[in-house]
């Protein structure tokens, strides 16, 4: 550790013009604008035992004092502070105006050498887990520019390089999987707090993150909106729709409606209904290509399918296993895309029945087959379960659910 120089008196002498200090940049632009009448920042550590005298972890981060007399500024610091990593120039004295010292507080220089912006670490959670800037900025919702400048502060505050940049994207280094855990835990104990307190209000209003199908959130909850927020004005609802289960460990969302009960300790699930589903065609479809009459005569018709990163799904494999040889026509990666190949004529689909039902543009496709069905579950954490928000939409999607045509649990 440095040894401390000796300190120098306060001699109320005129106002420096120079500063050499690391807390005030920009000092000489400063001092040159400085009218001679300015202020001086001296800063005086107090007396006692050497260096060595307090360095545990408990020590106390005395804040610094200010006081001002018209021709100077005196900001004391106690040792202590300067032995816990309280990043304030080396030298006992220093001249600067009061801009300078202003400029000092507002950029955090009074902050601890090793304590990072949380900010930083959420952009570079998000660069390891999308290996990209574009994927961070999109998770994030900011720019990509955005996502490197917080990465080179990051770099910057750590001294050392995190990503090392590849033709496949971002690559951590041997420091970034270091400092990953450790982020993780920091966002781990951050989201934990958001829920705490958003967990504490007792009346319905402010902002649900609700994540569903695209399916569910088109044909199902977005009708029935108006009716929801007129009776809850106090509230809004945001939904994520889409095919990706959000993880609400981490925050990405706050109630889910899911086709399989949650896993996790900290998720709660109640089970909604079952949703049925079975095998539709347009009525030109079957103008032009007849109506099957088994499960045989699958094979000389067109199938709709998801996309193959859905192959493994447990209703899709059923599908494809009925009609191995039937031709596939169209694949898609959403549920309203599909509806929308089926109701234009471009095969046989197999859809959730609530979301068709009393719909003209689908015909259902041998009824009498037992075709799988899929459990439907409300999701939340178990922290949230007392918020009357997060209450108010559970209850909401249940009673939705059944006047929805999904058979009750």
């Known amino acids: 550790m440095r040894s401390l120089p000796p300190v120098a008196a306060d001699t109320g ?7 050499a200090s690391s807390v005030c940049e920009g000092a000489d632009d400063d001092a040159r604008a400085s009218a001679p009448g300015g202020y001086r920042a001296t800063t005086v550590r107090s007396p006692g035992p050497g260096p ?30 300067f032995i816990d990593g309280i990043m304030w120039p080396a030298a006992g004295e220093r001249n600067c105006t009061l801009s300078q010292l202003e400029r000092a507080f507002l950029h955090g220089r009074w902050q601890t050498k090793h304590m990072f912006p949380w900010d930083d670490l959420r952009v570079f959670l998000a660069a390891c887990r999308t290996g990209s800037h574009a994927g961070a900025a999109r998770a994030l919702g900011v720019a990509p520019t955005t996502v490197g400048r917080r990465l080179a502060a990051l770099e910057g505050a750590v001294g050392a390089r995190l990503f090392a940049r590849t033709p496949d994207g971002l690559s951590p280094t041997a420091e970034a999987r270091a400092l990953l855990p450790r982020a993780e835990h920091m966002e781990a ?102 109506v099957p009459r088994s499960s ?12 193959r990163s859905f192959d493994r799904m447990e209703s899709q494999a059923w599908f494809r296993a009925l009609a191995p040889r039937a031709q596939v026509s169209f694949r898609a990666n959403s549920t309203t895309l599909m509806h929308a190949a089926c109701a234009a004529g471009a095969g046989v689909a197999m859809l959730s029945t609530p979301f068709v039902l009393g719909d003209p543009r689908y015909v259902q496709v041998l009824p009498r087959l037992a075709v799988p069905a899929l459990e439907l579950w409300s999701v939340v954490h178990e922290d949230l379960r007392a918020s009357a928000r997060v209450t108010v939409a559970l209850r909401w999607l249940e009673t939705l659910t059944r006047r929805s045509g999904f058979e009750p649990p």
């Open 296 to 307: 045989a005569d699958l094979e000389g018709h067109d199938l709709i399918l998801y996309d």
């Open 189 to 290: 104990e951050a989201l934990e707090a958001e829920r705490t307190l958003a967990g504490a209000d007792k009346r319905a209003v402010g902002v649900v993150q609700l994540t569903c199908g695209e399916g569910f959130a088109e044909y199902v909850l977005a009708p029935a909106l108006p009716a929801f927020l007129a009776a809850h004005p106090g509230l809004t609802l945001e939904v994520r729709g889409g095919v990706k289960a959000l993880d609400l460990t981490r925050g990405e969302a706050e109630v889910a409606l899911r086709n399989f009960r949650p896993r996790e300790r900290s998720l709660v699930g109640r089970r909604l209904g079952t949703e049925l589903t079975a095998l539709y065609a347009a009525p030109s479809y079957l103008a032009a290509r007849g």
């Open 13 to 19: 002498s005129a106002p420096s013009t120079t500063c």
């Open 52 to 81: 060595t005298a307090s360095t545990t972890p408990n020590a106390a981060h005395a804040a610094p004092t200010i006081s001002m007399s018209p021709r100077s500024i005196h900001v004391r610091m106690t040792m202590s502070s």
